[in-house]
């Protein structure tokens, strides 16, 4: 059974509240749907009496009095209430996640092998390794970090040299900046990189690399 949560935000000064879903809330929230069913339809005050938002407060806050959009930014700009047992399970999705990660990714240096995905779970518990709900990009280098520590393991990557066009260095510059070894910034604007893409997702990296540069950035990749 789906359970029901409340979302909440706080603009002008008012407070606004509404019964939601957990999982559609929060798929709302990661970007997952684009809209959402909330129960009866109604934003509140204070959820808890029974106390809706006045039109007048609604239209003040949001520049609206559309229900449906008001609900909307609760959710994705606002706090929704989870539970225990939704984080725990969601703390348990993300820790798979990054096992499958890493058995597709890393070899243990020693043998040139993929460890099993047991003995990567059993290593991350032992070294502690706190799983963040952020892309595991993200925080891989920090994950590899313990993990080096408690077991011989390295990440299989491709060492790729990009050359950005000065338009486009500032939106690409966040999408390379958590892979870049090096960069040389050119008398044009342009910028040389290169980075250390981990195998597994180099076709991921090069869709968004190609979309926030319009496909203009020059790519090689370096044998290794």
């Not at 890393?106 to 070294?127: D, F, M, Y």
Request: hydrophobic share 35%; proline share 4%; charged share 30%.
């Amino acid at each position: 059974m789906d359970q029901t949560t409340t979302a909440r935000i706080k603009k002008a000064g008012k407070k606004f509240e509404i019964n939601v879903e957990l999982k559609d809330a929060m798929r709302l929230k990661k970007g997952e749907i684009a809209s959402i069913n909330f129960e009866g339809n109604h934003v509140f005050s204070d959820i808890k009496k029974g106390e809706k938002a006045s039109p007048a407060d609604m239209k003040l806050a949001f520049g609206t009095d559309n229900v449906s959009e008001i609900a909307k930014i609760i959710i994705q700009n606002g706090e929704v209430l989870t539970t225990q047992e939704y984080r725990d399970a969601e703390q348990e999705k993300k820790f798979k996640q990054v096992i499958d990660f890493l058995v597709k990714n890393s070899v243990n240096p020693q043998t040139g092998r993929p460890h099993p995905p047991e003995r990567i779970k059993i290593a991350l518990e032992q070294a502690h390794v706190n799983i963040k709900n952020i892309p595991i990009e993200s925080q891989i280098k920090e994950i590899m970090e313990l993990l080096s520590t408690v077991l011989p393991i390295k990440i299989e990557s491709k060492k790729i040299k990009i050359v950005i066009p000065a338009i486009h260095t500032g939106k690409a510059y966040g999408a390379i900046s958590q892979y870049k070894e090096s960069e040389k910034w050119k008398d044009d604007g342009s910028l040389e990189v290169i980075v250390s893409v981990p195998c597994g997702i180099v076709i991921d990296f090069y869709e968004k690399l190609n979309s926030v540069t319009h496909g203009s950035a020059l790519t090689e990749e370096i044998k290794q």
